[in-house]
């Protein structure tokens, strides 16, 4: 989508082709477009439905407001989710912020968010086509007196006078996903010091920036959503007195630390703790292992174990039956033997991937069983069981 295809998508003509083809399926293309093109002009009926599958991608992300937005093919990929940019959103509200400043906006997932949560918006991107997108759906979505956009480089733009800069460098180019922070757009250094602008800065990286990449005065958060890590960021003038966070959502728990020593490693007890994946990579795992009194089961693997059951959001509990030397053989007498056909496999420090396991184990019967292997210091392990649920979530004692 560029500039000239959008605005006649905002006519009442384009509005009225918009909403005809919300629901419209693949197979019905070909007919619909040519009907279409009967009553209309053909750039417009081709800009519609590429704007209306561009909206049935993102809802994914956005969810209803998808059918009311306006996207690029990079916005929908690049864009965050609604989820995360809510929360980001309530961070900076919770930290005073009133107006900010969004550079490298894209089509405004953040922006709406920030808007919505009462905060002006200077929104600027370099792309027309984004500033197009991100100033029709802030009108789209009744935000439009709450965000400026300007289309320019973002190295030119003067915040002062905000309270906060959120910068989201590109991280990919026409050749893909680009690793090199310093060849972000704009560079991570110079991201890092837009965010020392403010009294609070934040910007979006990779989430598998390493630690020592994290700058000292920072505070460093990643943030997974339904399980799946989406981002970090690195907050500026927070007052955070520990250096790591991990956000879980949608429940909005946050786990702060970053400062105990890596828990022992022992034998593995009756539950094991499968740690969400924003807390791993936030080096937060000690963190869990002290509340629910665990160790892990190998120095290098982040799965913990315990004796008690222990609720917490930021791991996944599971009870074992089974704790043997990994053998294909025995693990497919021992389903055969209790007639499971569904295996949720997972794993950690093993080759073997879940999809050729499962071909190998041909499973088949009416029972479900969760195996979890793993390499350990006394050779690799398979652990049989089922998800916990603690007494609260079973509604039992307390």
Partial sequence: MDTENLQPLLTPRGQALLAELREFAPEEELALATRLRREH???????????????????????????????????????TRRSVAEW??????????????????????????????????????????????????AAALGLAE?????????????????????????????????????????????????????????????????????????????????????EAVLWFGTGADRPHRATLL???????????????AGPVGQYLYEPDGAVIRAHLVAEVAEQVGGRLIDPKIAY?????????PYAHAFELTDVLPYNVKKLKALLRERGVGTVVIKKRGMAIT??????????????????????????????LGQPARTPQEAGGWM
Wanted: aromatic content about 4%; some cysteine; overall charge negative.
């Fill in 41 to 79: 002009p053909a750039e417009l009926v081709s800009a519609a439905f590429g704007q209306a599958r561009l909206r049935q991608r993102a809802r994914a992300k956005f969810g209803a407001d998808a059918d009311l937005m306006y996207f690029t093919p990079n916005g929908v990929e690049q864009s």
């Fill in 88 to 137: 980001r959103a309530h961070r900076f509200a919770g930290l005073g912020v009133r107006r900010l400043a969004d550079l490298c906006c894209g089509i405004g997932g953040d922006v709406l968010a920030l808007a919505r949560a009462g905060i002006e918006v200077l929104a600027v991107d370099k792309d027309p086509a984004a500033c197009a997108a991100t100033a029709a759906n």
């Fill in 146 to 230: 709450l965000v400026e956009v300007v289309c320019a480089d973002v190295a030119e733009v003067d915040v002062t006078g905000y309270d906060a800069v959120f910068t989201d460098p590109a991280r990919r180019t026409s050749r893909g996903r680009v690793f090199d922070p310093e060849a972000y757009a704009p560079p991570l250094s110079w991201a890092i010091e837009a965010g020392r602008r403010t009294p609070i800065g934040a910007l979006k990286v990779a989430p598998g920036i390493p630690h020592e990449a994290v700058p000292a005065d920072a505070e460093a958060e990643w943030v997974s959503d339904h399980g799946d890590v989406k």
């Fill in 250 to 264: 949608p429940q909005a728990a946050s786990l702060t630390g970053g400062d105990l020593p890596d828990p022992p």
């Fill in 304 to 312: 913990l174990t315990s004796d008690r059951l222990v609720a917490t």
């Fill in 354 to 383: 879940p999809e050729e396991l499962r071909r190998q184990l041909k499973p088949s019967g009416p029972n479900t069983v969760t195996v979890i292997l793993s390499r350990t210091d006394n050779g690799p392990l398979m652990m």
